[in-house]
């Protein structure tokens, strides 16, 4: 008995020998520009200094990646070797940002001291954002991605692994670096497209000798001309078609992304809160960290409006921890949770507080909700920052639920122009005469963190504090004398701000001695902090401005505001106002017994359990616009946006039909003359066949003949019977025939495959698409 040779499976990837030939001198100079060019960006967007070193990087980590990916070392050498490379390029690249004086061997330990501490501090939940690590970060990211382009498209044959990590950070650096980084991001496309166009002539061009299939030599100029045309087209295309994207049309799109890339921008915000974003934020948002830096720009815009008893905080976040060498403050040890119904934990409500209800329009496309201090709940999905307010206790075995405050509140979804919510807070309302009787000993939790300080904080500093709160008995007599010396100062909003590495407190206190509510604030919480009274900053809006029309505050972007809290242990969080242009806080002086009742008598202000059984079944949501009206809007608006978009889908389905109308050309018209044939050509065609049998549903089942197996696509696709028997009969005999197959074999087979392939696609695009008999008929002549 003879057993029968099968010859080879037919694999598209190019054989060893035509592998060097696939990729050249010319697609190594546009893969270095592509990854050099986004050391460019990075640099151009200012976000560090020292970012320029990223260049010279970008271009080794090019170069050693392609010497590795044209060697013929295995995979674990290439880790090792871009992890032994990089580190060291990386290190002597960034080692002369470190202090003049020292030696090569100091400057590289500098900066893995400083990289360490950085991340136990980060993994500790006290970041302390240092530029340099940040540049550190940056450098390896460029590595990585350089050399991992140049791997994938010279060794794995990837181009689109090599050209889409790329497009993804330059993405990224685009959206939120300053506009002039647009000509950055045109070459990049440039660049990325030519590179997919060599690839891919490269890949026919192989698959061209291997079918002994005649091409001119000199195609790859017109490819690379056609290609150049065709990107410069894309990028004009995609330069008139904005509205899509920014008018909100592709929000489904990206919706199960959107959380989680918030999540990823605050905790970025928070580990690295010292970055200079180059973009100019017109949407006030709060996050885990405050700067205290230069000039700040305010505008006129229209933020809120709120339907308030209280009209003076609106809280967004909360700040406990100040950041070394003073640059700012930072939002520690929060944890993330749900606001559900039933939670397990409960949100403290400190006794002497009054509880409003607040009604708030937003117009900004924005989470964060906002509220007066302190909040307790919102009615609508949200999530939340939580910092403990108490410690855990045990009861008879049993764990109490942890009380807690709510530092951040987000709505899950982005709330719209014009949405509402409604959000519950417990308002102080304390006497100063009970203030002042209230107790100096704190719980140790809340003295660990609120009144730490950084050791590098000045001496002038804590002797200012010392001088300023000489004579106070108490802590809130030693808090209004500090409040009232700050406000002293001049308010400036224009100020320059700190050197690198400066004190923010000592600078406005000694320096600058003028300053806005951010250095107010700051000051008044080291100072306190120093004399030993828990103290932490808060940010949001302040005294928003009565409408008389309609009963509602209205607050726009020049109410931004930064406050200091104040912890007394018998009534928790109490506001003050050091800064010079907001009114000065006034409370009852607890003389009168009609002040001691707090707040003045309103419908909205009362008991939190009436307030939820109350609101608990009120729709909360905007009230929906018309949705036909919406649409005509939208037309009417994006005029120019829809029409092009029209025009671009009339260009593809037009492609489509002319592709389709392409297939019914006669066969003889586009077969290929064969010189010899090809290795391995029947059991190619028969594989592409058989592909059209799965996609018809078809399972292989290796029971089954050629010829049964044709026999069954023809069951699916009667048409098909004639041409699918004649190529089963011509795999066969090349499987088994002692004859090789002749040219004339080759020539029919293939004018046979190319009747087929017409055929067998209208089968599956009419099963696909359920199109009607008349649109049929107009596409495929029938």
Request: proline share 7%; glycine share 8%.
């Amino acid at each position: 008995m003879t057993t029968a040779t099968v010859p080879a499976p037919y694999t598209s990837a190019p054989p060893t020998a035509a592998r060097s030939s696939l990729r050249g001198w010319g697609d190594f100079l546009l893969l270095a520009l592509m990854s050099t060019n986004m050391a460019w960006a990075m640099q151009s967007a200012g976000w560090a200094p020292g970012l320029d070193r990223l260049y010279t990087l970008v271009l080794l980590a090019t170069i050693a990646g392609v010497a590795v990916a044209r060697s013929g070392f295995g995979r674990l050498f290439a880790a090792l070797y871009q992890l032994v490379v990089g580190t060291a390029a990386i290190l002597l690249s960034l080692s002369n940002l470190a202090p003049a004086g020292l030696t090569g061997q100091e400057q590289v330990y500098f900066l893995l001291d400083r990289a360490y501490a950085w991340i136990y501090n980060a993994y500790a939940g006290i970041p302390q954002p240092d530029n340099l690590v940040f540049v550190l970060w940056m450098a390896i990211l460029v590595w990585i991605l350089a050399y991992s382009a140049a791997w994938a498209y010279f060794r794995d044959q990837r181009k689109w692994q090599a050209v889409l990590p790329i497009g993804l950070a330059m993405l990224v650096n685009l959206y939120y670096g300053p506009p002039r980084l647009n000509g950055y991001f045109v070459l990049y496309l440039l660049c990325a497209i030519l590179l997919l166009v060599r690839a891919t002539l490269g890949e026919r061009e192989i698959e061209w000798r291997q079918a002994r299939v005649r091409f001119p030599l000199d195609i790859s100029f017109d490819f690379m001309r056609d290609g150049l045309i065709f990107a410069l087209f894309v990028i004009f295309l995609s330069w008139i078609l904005p509205s899509a994207a920014s008018d909100g049309q592709l929000s489904p799109m990206f919706e199960p992304l959107r959380r989680p890339w918030q999540a990823f921008q605050r905790e970025w915000e928070r580990l690295f809160s010292t970055v200079s974003y180059g973009r100019a934020v017109n949407v006030p948002t709060f996050g885990t960290t405050l700067g205290l830096g230069g000039p700040r720009e305010v505008t006129d815009d229209l933020v809120l409006d709120v339907d308030t008893p209280v009209n003076r905080y609106y809280r967004g976040a909360v700040h406990d921890f100040y950041l070394p060498n003073g640059g700012g403050w930072s939002l520690t040890r929060a944890a993330g949770a749900h606001l559900e119904e039933e939670n397990d934990f409960t949100v403290i409500a400190w006794p002497q507080r009054q509880v409003i209800t607040q009604t708030v329009t937003t117009y900004l496309g924005d989470s964060v909700i906002v509220a007066a201090p302190q909040p307790l709940r919102v009615f609508l999905p949200a999530d939340a920052y939580l910092i403990d307010a108490e410690p855990d206790l045990v009861q008879n075995d049993a764990q109490i639920p942890p009380k807690v405050e709510l530092a951040m509140i987000f709505a899950r979804d982005d709330l719209a122009e014009g949405d509402s919510y409604v959000v519950v807070s417990a308002v102080i309302s304390a006497t100063e005469l009970q203030l002042r009787a209230d107790s100096a000993s704190y719980p140790d939790f809340i003295s660990e963190r609120y009144l730490q300080l950084p050791e590098t904080l000045p001496d002038r500093v804590r002797q200012r504090a010392e001088e300023v709160a000489a004579g106070g008995s108490n802590p809130y007599d030693i808090a209004k004398a500090v409040e009232r010396h700050l406000r002293n100062y001049t308010y400036n909003d224009q100020i320059p701000g700190p050197a690198p590495g400066q004190d923010g407190v000592d600078y406005f206190l000694f320096e600058e001695q003028q300053g806005y509510c951010t250095y107010y604030a700051s000051a008044m919480a080291v100072m306190l902090r120093h004399l030993g009274i828990p103290a932490r900053l808060a940010t949001g809006y302040a005294t928003g401005e009565y409408q008389p029309a309609t009963g509602l505050y209205r607050l726009r972007n020049k109410d931004l505001h930064t406050w200091v809290e104040v912890f007394f242990p018998s009534f928790g969080w109490v506001e003050f106002e050091p800064t010079a242009a907001e009114p000065v806080l006034l409370r009852p002086s607890g003389e009168d017994l009609d002040l001691e009742r707090g707040l003045s008598p309103s419908g909205q202000a009362g008991n939190l359990a009436d307030l939820e059984d109350e609101l608990r079944d009120q729709s909360l949501g905007p009230e929906a616009s018309s949705d036909a009206i919406g649409v005509i809007q939208s037309l009417v608006t994006r005029g120019r946006g829809v029409a092009l978009l029209l025009a671009a889908v009339v260009g593809i389905l037009w492609i489509g039909v002319w592709s389709l109308r392409r297939l019914r050309r006669p066969v003889g018209q586009r077969a290929p003359t064969f010189h010899s044939v090809p290795q391995g050509f029947a059991a190619r065609l028969w594989e592409k066949l058989m592909q059209w049998a799965r996609r018809f549903g078809l399972a292989d089942d290796p029971s089954q003949t050629p010829l049964e197996r044709a026999g069954a696509l023809a069951g699916a696709v009667p048409q098909a019977a004639s041409g699918a028997a004649a190529l089963a009969d011509l795999y066969t005999r090349d499987l088994f025939s002692p004859h090789p197959i002749t040219l004339d074999d080759a020539s029919q087979a293939q004018l046979t495959w190319m009747e087929l392939r017409p055929l067998l696609w209208r089968n599956w695009l009419d099963r696909r698409l359920r199109l009607p008999a008349g649109l049929k008929r107009a596409l495929f002549r029938q």
